[in-house]
């Protein structure tokens, strides 16, 4: 199983990003896939939830109404559109899934956003 995010990058506030999580090494169209996000200094923190083969999404309120999160089954890949974004969404992303009762992370890759 691999998760490989990407995307990142230094951007001003009010900005947006697409991060992308590309995926491989288990079944990609029948599953939930995360995102999540850590500060320095702090555990990770959920951001974002998306299902399949029906799509439902689910967010964090800190993201709620800025954030989209999206998913492309034929070429394995989830999405993380973040618009307006804050300071304090500066933290490294990860793309998660559970499977087979184990956790499986990206390396994440770092947002940071300058006021």
């Known amino acids: 199983v691999q998760l490989v995010e990407s995307g990142g990058g230094l951007v001003q506030s009010g900005g947006s990003l697409t991060l992308t999580c590309a995926a491989s090494?288990?079944?990609?169209?029948?599953?939930?896939l995360h995102w999540y996000r850590q500060r320095p200094g702090e555990g990770r923190e959920w951001v974002a939830t998306i299902t399949s083969p029906l799509i439902i999404t689910d967010y964090a309120d800190s993201v709620k109404g800025r954030f989209t999160v999206s998913r492309d089954n034929d070429k394995n890949m989830m999405f993380l559109q973040m618009n307006s974004l804050k300071p304090e969404d500066t933290a490294k992303y990860y793309c998660?899934?559970?499977?087979?009762?184990?956790?499986?992370w990206g390396q994440g890759t770092q947002v940071t956003v300058s006021s």
């Open positions: 090494g288990f079944p990609f169209r029948s599953n939930l």
């Open positions: 998660h899934r559970l499977w087979n009762r184990t956790n499986y």
